[in-house]
């Protein structure tokens, strides 16, 4: 398989390019897993930027970007291929032929994991099965046979191969644990949380609106609060629409009355908003705004 980028390098400085900035270990995982045509598994907590790798991928290579969304009882019929019964009993009625054959090719549904499969090779794309922690153990053992051999078999027809597998990511929020068995077929990397400098790049790239002392504040912010014990952490998702509606706000420097009344779009659950809100986000600003004054010193 032709390497798409020359290396991990590269590739990194193509994400950053569609304003997308990755870390040394998720860049290596991801080099290897397009060098090597295997399925790459990104777990982490919701809103760190697993999705996101898949679909600026899609914009990089400028190739379809097919997705899987993932939910408790998803099936063949929804994920592979289902058969088209209105046509086929339109066929039945409006035929003299008896011996029409109602289960080809005809009369096949593509759904997203065949039709990633069927992609010609000028035109791989890339399959987004997103958040496989939300579906069944069972559809997990259905995926074996597809991200082992890359194919499908369909009983009516048979078994439909590939040669030039589509390029894989597969993400999982850690709901539940996902197989050994479909782990080992993948290459693996967890997705956390940036660190502070991480954060401002991906900020000065995303929203490059907010001025210098609201990126620097607005980050070290959400840094703080991430060591609070919250049911939910605000992820780097998360940043960004709180930078977007800061902008949105000509805010140009964090104060505790923009904070409270803006809290809402950084946390999602009220009793993490309760914890915050008040006293504790202004004892955390003012946290913020002695480290960043001693950074400047520094």
């Known amino acids: 398989m032709e390497n798409i980028f020359k290396n991990p390098k590269e590739l990194v400085d193509s994400l950053k390019n569609e304003r997308y900035v990755i870390g040394e270990r998720l860049s290596v995982a991801l080099y290897l897993a397009l060098a090597k045509g295997k399925p790459l598994f990104l777990e982490g907590e919701a809103g760190v930027g697993k999705t996101e790798i898949a679909k600026t991928l899609a914009s990089i290579l400028k190739t379809p970007l097919i997705r899987l969304q993932c939910y408790e009882g998803l099936d063949i019929s929804q994920s592979s291929y289902e058969w088209n019964y209105g046509k086929q009993l339109i066929s039945i009625q409006s035929t003299n032929n008896k011996n029409i054959d109602l289960f080809s090719e005809d009369f096949l549904i593509e759904r997203p994991l065949l039709k990633a499969l069927r992609q010609r090779p ?99 912010f959400v840094q703080y609060l991430r060591e609070e014990e919250l049911y939910k952490s605000p992820g780097i998702a998360e940043t960004i629409d709180w930078a977007e509606a800061l ?21 999602k659950y009220q009793d993490d908003i309760a914890k915050i809100q008040g006293s504790e986000a202004s004892r955390i600003l003012n946290d913020v705004k002695i480290s960043v004054v001693t950074q400047k010193e520094n």
């Open 122 to 220: 000028s035109e791989r794309a890339v399959l987004l099965i997103d958040e496989l922690d939300r579906a069944d153990e069972a559809f997990e053992a259905y995926l074996l046979e597809f991200l082992s051999d890359w194919q499908i078999t369909i009983p009516e027809i048979g078994t439909i191969k590939t040669e030039e597998p589509p390029i894989v990511v597969i993400t999982s929020n850690r709901t539940r644990e996902v197989h050994d068995a479909l782990k080992r077929r993948c290459y693996y990397s967890w997705v956390d949380y940036p660190d502070k400098d991480t954060e401002l790049e991906i900020l000065k790239h995303r929203v490059p609106q907010t001025g210098p002392t609201l990126q620097t504040e607005l980050v070290n």
């Open 247 to 267: 902008v949105e706000l000509n805010c140009v420097a964090l104060d505790p009355q923009t904070i409270d009344s803006t809290i809402g779009v950084l946390l």
